[in-house]
């Protein structure tokens, strides 16, 4: 009989686990959003809240649409495959209300070496330059076009 005179202190145990457990279970169901999990491990509620959000990028085939100059000139050169607002920025704004809203024109200085900087990790096919010593202090769009920086698709200024 002696072993059944310990079972006391083994049953105040478990119920300090269960109690554990009941808190566990009642923190975890308040502090989990509702839509948790519901499509997968994420807030079921935020790809609604991300979508209801303002488009900040026009997409390059709005900015062709109103430019077609600018779209032509990038088609025929070294550029081509580069979307419009990967140099210009989000420009949704400006694509709704052209009246209004005018985009400022990208810092040629900052912009071209954010690319074309010389670095040891970039592909060895892929045009860089030592900026300094290429371009004299000048600065790139005094002989290159933007939208057309090669010399052999006729881009030059
Ligand atoms: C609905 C027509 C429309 C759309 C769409 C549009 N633009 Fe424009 N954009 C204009 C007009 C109109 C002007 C002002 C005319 C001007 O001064 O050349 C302008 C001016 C600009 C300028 C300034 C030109 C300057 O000389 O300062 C830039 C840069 C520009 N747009 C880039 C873009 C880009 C990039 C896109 C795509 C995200 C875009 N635009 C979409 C109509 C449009
Ligand atoms: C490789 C970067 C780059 C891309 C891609 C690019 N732009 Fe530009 N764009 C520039 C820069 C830099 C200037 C400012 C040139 C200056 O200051 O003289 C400019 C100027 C402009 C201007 C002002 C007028 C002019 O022709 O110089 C317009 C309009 C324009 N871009 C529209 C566009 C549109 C539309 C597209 C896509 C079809 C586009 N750009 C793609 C870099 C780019
Ligand atoms: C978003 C990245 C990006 C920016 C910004 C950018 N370029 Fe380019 N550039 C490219 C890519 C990509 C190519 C094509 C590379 C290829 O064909 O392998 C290219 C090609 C060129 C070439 C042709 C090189 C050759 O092989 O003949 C020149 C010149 C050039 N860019 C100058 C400029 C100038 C000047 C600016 C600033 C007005 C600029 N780039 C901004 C990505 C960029
Ligand atoms: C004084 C005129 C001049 C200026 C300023 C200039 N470039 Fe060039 N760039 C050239 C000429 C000419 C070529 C073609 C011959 C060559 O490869 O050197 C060229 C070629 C390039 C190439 C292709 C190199 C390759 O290996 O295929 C890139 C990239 C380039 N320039 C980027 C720039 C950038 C970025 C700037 C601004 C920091 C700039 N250039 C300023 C004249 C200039």
Redesign the pocket.
């Known amino acids: 009989m002696g072993e059944f005179k310990d079972i006391a202190h083994l049953i105040r145990l478990a119920g300090v686990f269960l109690l554990g457990l009941i808190l566990f279970l009642v923190f975890r169901s308040v502090t989990i959003p509702k839509s948790f999990g519901r499509y997968g491990p994420f807030r079921g509620a935020a790809l609604v809240e991300l979508s209801s959000r303002p488009l900040a990028f026009a997409g390059?085939e709005a900015?062709?649409n109103c430019?077609p100059d600018?779209?032509a000139l990038?088609a025929k050169g070294v550029?081509k495959s580069?979307?419009?607002e990967?140099?210009?920025g989000p420009l949704a704004k400006h694509a709704d209300d052209p009246g209004t809203v005018k985009p400022v024109?990208?810092d040629?200085a900052q912009?071209c070496i954010r690319c074309h900087s010389e670095n040891i990790a970039k592909p060895a096919g892929f045009p860089q330059v030592n900026a300094k010593e290429h371009s004299g202090g000048q600065a790139c769009?005094t002989c290159h076009q933007?939208?057309s920086p090669g010399f052999d698709a006729g881009g030059k200024k």
């Open positions: 390059h900015c062709e430019h600018v779209a990038k550029h580069i979307n419009c990967s140099c210009h024109l990208p040629v912009l769009n933007p939208h």
